[in-house]
């Protein structure tokens, strides 16, 4: 053999080497960037993207916004509410008297104006706990548990101390006090928390459920009812026998409701020379989830203050709720002594 056809099959030989190597390296550097075909380990991004839903909700956002909750009045002096469509979640509390007070949680929308605003309970405390230290606008509470309040885990924004209050000419004391958000959150730059797991879970309705048209609940002088609406795919909420208007039109309800029956007790702290309820949401119990049309028995676990509440199906897995703003009721509980 010659050496030029030597040199020549030296030459393949060497280039087919070379080639070999660059791939066996390129291979090695996608490997240890992507990980295993079928296994490519997801960019901060796009895992970013996946998880960015609110926790309130179940719905895209764009960002954890700060929480802003509100004590809202809710006798019929105080209807139709203002700002609470914008609301993520919407809890109905007992309060003196046998009525209920809202207790309303903002994160994902803020509209301009809230209202109208009233004062705070010692239920709030504990309820308040579960969102880290969120921004809280209530009008005050009585003497010895204003105090207790603003030492509580929140941003105080009582309206004693704050701005961004205003008294509406269009009704009367005490019925007539709104907020203006911008200037809340402005009073609370800083210092308010980002929206946080509550324990809620979102997605596709489990099987089972019963089917229901609507579900009524009450308190001795507050009456609610939740009726299915298919066109407009939500409950329609209807309090003291007639539909619950929202100020900027429409009737208020929301995807899913809740009515979680719990043991409501009196408070420590008189409110015109009477204890009023307690809604203790400490502990363990049962639950009515109403979604897409059907009724679903659960329990409801909440160990700690610091947590948020599990909602569990017989089978032991948690109850998926409808993406969309969700209603609260604290329903009155076995081992109940107010009501």
């Known amino acids: 053999m010659s050496p030029v056809h030597v040199s020549r099959r030296t030459l393949i030989a060497g280039v087919s080497s070379a080639v070999a190597l660059i791939v066996l390296v390129g291979g090695y550097f996608l490997l240890a960037r992507h990980g295993p075909a079928g296994h490519r380990k997801p960019s901060p991004s796009s895992s970013a993207a996946r998880h960015r839903t609110s926790p309130f909700t179940g719905e895209p956002i764009k960002a954890l916004g700060p929480e802003l909750i509100f004590k809202i009045d809710n006798v019929e002096q105080a209807r139709p509410p203002t700002g609470l469509t914008d609301a993520d979640l919407v809890y109905l509390l007992p309060v003196e008297g046998g009525l209920s007070r809202i207790f309303a949680v903002f994160s994902s929308h803020f509209p301009p104006v809230v209202g109208p605003v009233r ?40 309206d004693g101390i704050v701005g961004g209050y205003f008294r509406s000419s269009t009704r009367i004391a005490p019925y007539n006090l709104y907020a203006r958000t911008r200037v809340l959150l402005a009073e609370a730059k800083g210092r308010e928390s980002k929206a946080r797991d509550i324990g809620f879970r979102f997605g596709p309705a489990p099987a089972g459920g019963t089917p229901t048209t609507s579900f009524s609940t009450s308190y001795s002088a507050a009456s609610f009812r939740f009726a299915w609406s298919a066109p407009q795919h939500r409950w329609l909420a209807w309090m003291d026998g007639k539909p619950a208007d929202a100020a900027q039109g429409g009737q208020l309800g929301g995807p899913t409701v809740v009515i979680q029956y719990v043991r409501v007790a009196t408070s420590g702290f008189l409110e015109l020379g009477i204890r009023p309820p307690y809604a203790n949401t ?23 203050a610091g947590e948020g509440t599990a909602f569990i199906l017989p089978d032991g897995r948690r109850m998926p709720f409808a993406r969309g703003q969700v209603w609260v009721v604290f329903a009155i509980g076995p081992g109940s002594t107010a009501r």
């Open 119 to 158: 004062s705070a309970r010692e239920e709030d405390i504990e309820l308040l706990r579960q969102f880290g230290r969120p921004a809280f606008a209530f009008s005050g509470a009585q003497p010895r548990l204003l105090r207790v309040v603003e030492h509580s885990r929140i941003v105080d924004l009582y």
């Open 282 to 304: 400490i502990g363990s119990g049962t639950a009515v989830v109403l979604r897409d049309g059907r009724a679903y028995r659960v329990r409801w676990s909440r160990p700690d």
